[in-house]
């Protein structure tokens, strides 16, 4: 079955680079969320869309920005990168059942940013 | 404080046997509670998805239970197998929104 894929897998950025990470959903999935997990750390909700349009919002900071498509996938972008922004970001997608709640979030395997 | 507590938090187990993780919450309204594992450095790949009215889900060799009085919920493993070897990770979510709670996990190593 098809998964949730993300890109780059790894990514090396030195500090106020910018980069962007993408993020394909399961096929008919209309809801994309993304987490950052530190070193050690559980995952951090950063921000959610749905059906293109931004539907929560977590601790993303102000530096990053994301947006959904109209083929539904999505790109987090962020600027002016800092050392603790090393990470793993998951994206994880799910149906959103007409607004009701979603379904299981279905997580990709994420891409691994290093800021050096 | 954190909305979901995992006990233990690590453990190590012979293969072939059993082991049962604990997870509680506070989350409130209480929508759903899901359980995943994640290997190290992949993402969390889901095993059970628990409603308020559900008491118990398998998925193979994985049997969730739900007590929503007590906001307690379980992970057990049957006949461990050397690809147990993970991170489960209890998570919660709360009606209204799909904003979810994660536990640290329980780190789980399973050795021959």
Redesign the interface.
Known sequence: AAG?IQSPRHLIKEKRETATLKCYPIPRHD?V?WYQQGPGQ??Q?LI?FYEKMQS?K?SIPDRFSAQQFSDYHSELNMSSLELGDSA?Y?C?S?IERGGR??????????T?LTVL | KNQVEQSPQSLIILEGKNCTLQCNYTVSPF?NL?W?KQDT??????LT?MTFSENTKSNGRYTATLDADTKQSSLHITASQLSDSASY?CVV?A?G????A????NQVVVIP
């Open positions: 949730v809801t969320y559980d995952p909700f959610s929560d977590g793993l998951f994880a799910a709640g979603t379904d299981t979030q279905y997580f990709g395997p994420g691994r | 929508s899901r995943y450095g992949r993402g969390p790949v889901s998805i990770i979510s009606r929104n799909n904003r979810l994660f536990g640290k996990g």
